[in-house]
């Protein structure tokens, strides 16, 4: 989890206290996550809006060789 949120946004943290410190940190996570939630959502219905719909069956067909 650490090396994504440090490839994303780096590996320094801005604030001086600490208790700011670890405001950023959550801030940081709750961005990751909610970006993640985000990425699925969108994924998840470009797949089922790409997918065919079908109103009859498709009957399979024989290959034949011809030579």
Do not use: C, W
């Amino acid at each position: 989890m650490f090396s994504v949120l440090k490839r994303k946004d780096g590996e320094e943290i801005r604030s001086k206290s600490y208790r700011n410190q670890l405001k950023e940190i959550k801030f940081k996570i709750l961005m990751h996550k909610i970006d993640r939630y985000v990425t699925i959502i969108i994924v998840a219905k470009m797949k089922i809006s790409t997918e065919p719909k079908f109103t009859k069956p498709i009957k399979p067909t024989r290959l034949t060789n011809k030579l």
